[in-house]
């Protein structure tokens, strides 16, 4: 059945509500790819057990209310799910196998999904190009040696390589939409608070947001709907109702105003990046779209706020990790202060030990006000040049991503060329923004490029709508010749 | 120079994460270079501006007063790499 | 004449003023934790009462509880402090094994109350103790280091129940007032019900600020802070000893440390904490898992409208109403509970009995039973109608004290009592009469004796009369008699 390697989850779903294809079929399927997906490095857990006989249970039922009937689904190890372990990337949860379920998960499950396994990721989701995860690197499938992206660098290659037919993410800089930019898939980081971060391990808390990644901007829709939502559990979880992303997608482009930020334009940016964005100007365009130049004036301020903040909130959510309560703990050290500092020094990657390090200085004594706080005021900021832009235009475009996939070890040793990555990125997630990157384009080699589209908070619709109608008049194609099997 | 290496030493101190000679060379590094680049902030002028103190436009929602968490000694204790029937065990904090 | 203030570490050249200022950790009365919804139940077996959030598993996030919130306000409003209708929760971050997190969280630089102050009444006259803040933080859990000698024990019972916190301004100035103020600060909570004060259980300890400098010194010294006191005593005792180290190292020509202390109960003194380490760089930041808390002013007026009449001003009014004095007016309206069986008794019944009986004879009684007033064997009811019985002749004093202990064993009401163990006075004069003669005809030698000067024969003759009548004879009516018939 390897068409259904080439079809869309909407699709697979209509089969099984059709009942051409049972949950089970499904379940082989994926798992037969999966297993031969084992170069990809993509999957940190699988549990094949469990998911055919999640599966046979669907077939018995046959409920098909939900979303997603019976359809197997693969998602970030940074999502705890109960009773399968969860690792976040990291040795320090090696083994830990949480009681619980993270709400979002749930969601997928109440839907009717049911778990293919989890994915591999940058450790803690601090990366971008998912070289950082203790489970080893994942590969590009476009190309052996070729980064997919990071932090949910398995979720993308598990997506594109078809070793699960849709799957989540998280977005704290980027971590959705640079991935799904480097292999050729949709992914859309939702407006901050709009889906629930119970149960997910956290990062940067004010930054967090899980968010699908799918094949097309109609699954896009559909898994957007399946996991958003109000949980009170959450605090920080937006109360509202629910949309039906799925149900009211429509091709959108005519009257829209597009705005086109200046400083989105860096120095020595990629000719084929330039291009890229060109032509998704140009389909706008074409399609009746009212294109806006726009300022955004303190978008290079972005990554250094990041880079300031994501830490500070890193190292305190990161002291946890203290070998006590679960997970990794060092055989060396005498008393108690020493078990802390061995567990975490074997326990954290370099990247991850990085970042607690930076995060816990800039909120140090006598540092605090320089770089914590001042970030802070930045951060306002980047929002109010956001504000002020959605009083002009409904949607803003930039590209996803200043370069395409880069081999694997090429910006291993140089934090900030890893950082610059995400500089389209990550000023969406100061401003808690909903935003969404297509394919829109290849470069040179033949690999994958994409667009981003920004909206107001609470927007996803008018994005998706927008991407809907713009993923049609690019019509990108990507066949893989699944090398890796 | 935005941090030296005693810095560095306490940083890693407080943030309870050991680090032998050659690492505490390389994260020194890095750790300059990361804010050399965080540098730039301080071209900005934000005596003005208030912090952002929260990404979403709301207050904190409150829940009521009742107990429906708790008795779950083992799952709470299930993960622990050193416990026993009752309690987290740990090494004693040298005094 | 009042008494003088004069608490001073006294040495051959120096007179040494103590600065104290006080942060008082009160457990807020609610049933769940601040941030999690297991139970805050004291006494349970360990790690029952965790949830995942108090034990910080991965993507657990705190919702916070607003009967939390509602007791702070209430709290600050009895401080006759401002309240914040914008306060902002923070993160304290440092390691240690009974803070899961990692991280405490707490209020840093926006706390829910402001400003507010408590007046103590003082040997020597009303003192006025400023409040600097309240605000709400989470408990931490327990560490047992006695179990093993090699390792500790940690539950985390404890951790995430609510606080409050009260920082006091250094106006504090003796033992004494220490002392005077954390009962105000208790009976202050127990009458609005925000925290039960109950320190053998810990739900009220504090940590201890002490300086010292010269009589007439305007310049604060170096402080100390002694942590985790958590009975009254121990926080006279820690005060004196440090005060005295301070004055002693000062005098030596050596420099105070500022630094933490424990106090050694035993050998009653202070000892440094040896965490030395860059210790205690909080690296305080807002905490991202929640947003501000914000109040309203309709919310605050409500609380406000709810509250019980304050210690304070029920002293002012007992004092002014009922003529007490201000010690009896404190016993008085040292708890709600006190002040409500005192109120209820003086309904029907004469005041001044009421104080004398509540004070001495309940209260003994209540102490020696180890019970709450709630909880009398006696009720106020009951009470009112055997003062009444007092009041009206039926029954003296002394009887009444026999009467009051049938009562306390029965619960029964005094008339049933006095009717079945034919305790009524004895107030017929006839009958009196004849006790008196009687007892002045067997006694017809001290009757000289008492004629002659031997005044203090007449005892013995009142003494006598009682015993023939088991007690019963009226007394007044007694003297009458008596003395009518010496006379002859």
Known sequence: MNDLNDISLSEIIKLVKSKKISSLDLANHFINNIKKGKKLNSFITTCFDQTIKDSKNFDKKQNFDGLLPGIPIAVKDLFCTKNIKTTAGSKILENFVPTYESTVTNNLWKEGAILLGKLNCDEFAMGSSNETSFFGNVINPLENNFVPGGSSGGSATALAASLTPATIGTDTGGSIRQPASFTGTVGLKPTYGLCSRWGIVAFASSLDQAGPMTKNVEDCALMLEAISGYDKKDSTSINRKKENYSKNLKRTIKGIKIGIPKEYRVDNMPKEIEQLWKNGIDILKKSGAKIIDISLPHTKYALPTYYIVAPAEASSNLARYDGIKYGYRSKKGNNLIEMYEHTRAEGFGDEVKRRVLIGTYVLSSGYYDAYYLKAQKVRKLIKVDFDNSFKEVDAILTPSTPSSAFKIGEKANDPISMYLNDIFTVPVNLAGLPAISIPAGKDHKGHPLGLQLISKELEEQKILNIAFAMEKEIDFKQSLNRWWE | MPIDKNQVKKVAKLSRISLDDSKLESLSKDLVSILNFVEQLNKLDTNEIKPLTSIIDKSLDTRDDTVSDGQIKDQILKNSPEKNEDFFIVPKVVD | ?488
């Not at chain 3, 009220?204 to 007439?216: E, F, H, I, M």
């Not at chain 3, 005295?244 to 630094?259: A, M, P, Y």
């Not at chain 3, 109960?265 to 808390?293: C, G, I, Q, V």
């Open chain 3, 1 to 488: 004449m009042k008494d003088k203030f004069d608490y001073f570490i006294k040495t051959e050249n120096n007179k040494w003023e103590v600065i104290i200022g006080l942060e008082v950790h009160a457990q807020v009365t609610s049933k769940s934790k601040l941030f999690s919804s297991s139970s805050t139940k004291f006494g349970e077996k360990p790690n029952t009462q965790v949830s995942l959030v108090d034990s910080a598993f991965p993507g657990m996030l705190p919702v916070i509880n607003k009967f939390c919130i509602e007791q702070a306000v209430k709290t600050g409003l009895g401080l006759n402090a401002k309240i914040n209708l914008r306060s902002i929760f923070d993160r304290k971050n440092y390691f240690y094994a009974d803070l899961p997190a990692g991280y405490q969280i707490s209020q840093y630089k926006n706390p829910i109350v402001g400003e507010g102050s408590v007046t103590l009444d003082m040997p020597y006259g009303t003192k006025k103790v400023g409040i600097e803040r309240l605000h709400l933080e989470q408990d931490a859990g327990k560490s047992i280091h006695d179990l093993s000698p090699d390792n500790t024990f940690v539950d985390l019972n404890r951790s995430g129940v609510a606080l409050m916190e009260i920082v006091s301004k250094p106006d504090l100035r003796s033992p004494d007032e220490v002392n005077s103020y954390v009962k105000k600060l208790r009976t202050i909570m127990r009458y609005l019900g925000t925290c039960d004060g109950n320190m053998q259980e810990g739900s009220l300890r504090a940590d201890v600020n002490v300086s010292v400098r010269k009589q007439g010194e305007k310049k604060f010294g170096t402080r100390c802070e002694i942590k985790n006191v958590n009975s009254i005593k121990f926080m006279e005792m820690a005060i004196e000893s440090e005060a005295k180290r301070q004055v002693e190292l000062i005098e030596s020509g050596k420099k105070i440390e500022q630094e933490t202390r424990l106090f050694d109960t035993k050998k009653n003194e202070t000892r440094s904490m040896r965490s030395k380490e860059e210790a205690h760089d909080y690296r305080y930041f807002p905490d991202p898992d929640l947003l501000p808390l914000v109040i309203k002013q309709s919310f605050v007026d409500n609380l406000k409208n709810e509250l019980p009449e304050l210690p304070d001003k029920k002293k002012e009014r007992f004092i002014n109403k009922f003529k007490l004095t201000p010690y009896e007016a404190n016993v008085l309206i040292s708890e709600n509970n006190i002040s409500e069986y005192f109120e209820e008794v003086i309904k029907t019944a004469d005041i001044k009995l009421a104080k004398n009986w509540i004070i001495v004879e309940l209260f003994a009684v209540l102490n020696d039973k180890n019970l709450d007033i709630k909880d009398s064997p006696v009720s106020s009811k009951n009470l009112a109608n055997l003062l009444n019985l007092i009041s009206s002749g039926e029954i003296s004093g002394k009887i009444a004290k026999k009467v009051f202990e049938l009562m306390v064993q029965s619960g029964d009401e005094p008339s049933k009592i006095i009717k079945d163990k034919g305790l009524q006075q004895q107030s017929d004069p006839k009958e009196l009469e004849k006790i008196v003669k009687n007892v002045l005809e067997k006694n017809l030698d001290k009757i000289t004796q008492y004629k002659a000067g031997k005044e203090k024969l007449y005892g013995f003759f009142v003494g006598e009369v009682m015993k023939a009548s088991s007690g019963k004879a009226n007394p007044k009516l007694v003297n009458d008699i008596l003395k009518k018939e010496l006379k002859k």
